[in-house]
């Protein structure tokens, strides 16, 4: 049995962490288990926590980067490989303080994946900090994995992207999972109360660049237009509160679902007329490659990786102009099936957990 470690920071909601539980789910776990390090345990980051369990891994929890502890971070993860030498593989998902504990994997001989999810770390002081310290990634790091094109070229340039150490991983999905459903959409449409109207749809958490604010200006000039449309909107976050007061300022509160955190994405996919999506920056945002698998419109910033351009369904618009916005919205939106493209685009999930588990297996027969 190989035991790959996934530092994943949280095991709340979010796309690196949609990205590894969807990997997880769809290898062979009598063969292969992973496990998690954590440095979040609060109820907010412990989504998945009960599931993962459930499929046979174990949950560590290790301190976390606060500016001051490098020395800790290292002592802790040296401490860890001591006792725990079954690890071969490390495959980190968190950037902004790796490259304090992968040298220390590496002395314990172990073998290690860096993974970027992203394509910025913001701005401010904070941000400048982590990029200094994710400098060194390319150089420490046995494999150098991203999500999209974007991601690696932020996090590693260029040069190292045409190494033999880079792989392109784009995030899998669960194609028969998330494909419409009719009776989905009948059920989930009366649970909410929204049958009859037109769904603007959203998935995704309540953060700064997730654009929430611009979303809510552009539905509430659509339902100007459009009255009997309402905007469901998926997902928790440190910015719920302000969304749901911007809702109310732009007078549109009663017409707008906040649903939190939910376990039945795709019916709620299938409940949805026209997917939104206007990101200020994406690294690869699983989300939408869900919504194509769903047949959804998605009409989506121009800011997001043109690696989720993977069939007709994806529209791209610039996010300076709400109006605009509304009037893409109140097209004409038929579904289309384009699982075909999906598929050719490398996104089946069941595809990437063959090669992420062919990738596990080749690295930890190397650190032996």
């Not at 784009?170 to 769904?199: C, M, T």
């Not at 309402?230 to 017409?255: F, T, Y």
Request: charged share 25%.
């Amino acid at each position: 049995m190989i035991r790959v470690l996934q530092m994943i920071g949280s095991l709340g909601v979010g796309g690196s962490q949609t990205m590894i539980l969807n990997i997880y789910r769809n290898i062979d776990r009598s063969k292969m288990q992973f496990d998690f390090v954590v440095d979040h345990t609060d109820p907010y980051h412990s989504y998945f926590v009960e599931e993962v369990k459930a499929m046979g891994a174990k949950v560590y929890t290790m301190p976390g980067f606060n500016g001051a502890n490098a020395a800790e971070i290292k002592r802790e993860w040296n401490n860890f490989f001591y006792l725990h030498p079954e690890y071969k593989v490390l495959h980190s998902h968190v950037r902004s303080y790796a490259s304090l504990y992968l040298p220390v994997a590496k002395k314990h001989g172990v073998k290690t994946i860096i993974h970027s999810h992203s394509t910025s770390n913001g701005t401010g002081a904070m941000a400048m900090a982590k990029n200094a310290m994710q400098y060194p990634l390319k150089k420490q790091a046995d494999i150098l994995m991203a999500c999209s094109t974007e991601a690696g070229r932020w996090l590693y340039g260029d040069k190292a992207m045409k190494s033999d150490k880079y792989i392109l991983m784009p995030n899998g999905v669960d194609l028969e999972r998330f494909s419409y459903s009719d009776e989905a959409r009948k059920r989930l449409r009366k649970e909410l109360g929204i049958e009859g109207k037109f769904v603007v749809g959203h998935v995704g958490r309540y953060l700064p660049d997730k654009n929430h604010a611009f979303l809510l200006e552009a539905f509430a000039k659509l339902h100007e237009k459009q009255p009997n449309s309402v905007l469901l909107l998926v997902g928790e976050g440190g910015a719920q509160l302000e969304a749901a007061q911007k809702a109310v300022k732009l007078g549109i509160a009663e017409h707008v679902i906040m649903t939190g955190n939910r376990s039945d994405v795709p019916e709620l996919l299938s409940a949805m007329d026209i997917f939104a999506f206007p990101s200020i920056r994406e690294g690869l945002p699983m989300t939408l490659i869900e919504a194509q698998a769903n047949g959804l419109t998605c009409l989506i910033s121009d800011r997001i990786s043109p690696d989720v351009d993977i069939s007709p369904l994806i529209k791209r618009m610039p996010i300076d102009d709400a109006e605009r916005w509304a009037w893409e919205m109140l097209g004409e939106h038929k579904r289309q099936d384009v699982k075909d493209d999906i598929r050719k685009a490398g996104f089946d999930v069941k595809e990437s957990a063959k090669k992420m588990a062919e990738l596990y297996r080749k690295l930890h027969k190397e650190a032996k």
